[in-house]
């Protein structure tokens, strides 16, 4: 997956483990593209990817749009940004922080 992301040019790759903190998934996959057009490159290159491993995509939510694509592979789940909607939704902010630091603010 982050070899096809890298591929089309994909940038800031990040891993986060989520396990036990959510049922969304274990983990969420961030990656950059610099344009709508590029994001969506990035989504198709890792639902082929995935398609190819034999696995499946089980939802895509915000294709059309293109700001900020989802891919739902059941435990894994990928966010595709551009860089203002990456920026503006830092989900590495609101996943990374230790439960100490989350009852301080």
């Known amino acids: 997956m982050r070899d096809a992301a890298l591929d089309k040019k994909g940038e800031s790759y990040e ?52 700001g900020w694509i989802l891919l739902d592979l059941g435990s894994i789940v990928v966010h595709v940004f551009t860089p203002d909607e990456r920026e503006f939704y830092n989900l590495e902010r609101l996943w990374t922080l230790t439960p100490s630091t989350k009852d301080t603010q």
């Open 15 to 66: 891993e986060i483990d989520v396990a036990g903190r959510t049922i969304l998934g274990d983990t969420f996959v961030l990656v950059t593209g610099r344009s709508k057009i590029q994001t969506r490159a990035i989504a198709d290159a890792i639902a082929e990817k995935v398609k190819e491993s034999g696995n499946r995509v089980a939802r895509t939510e915000g294709y059309s749009d293109g």
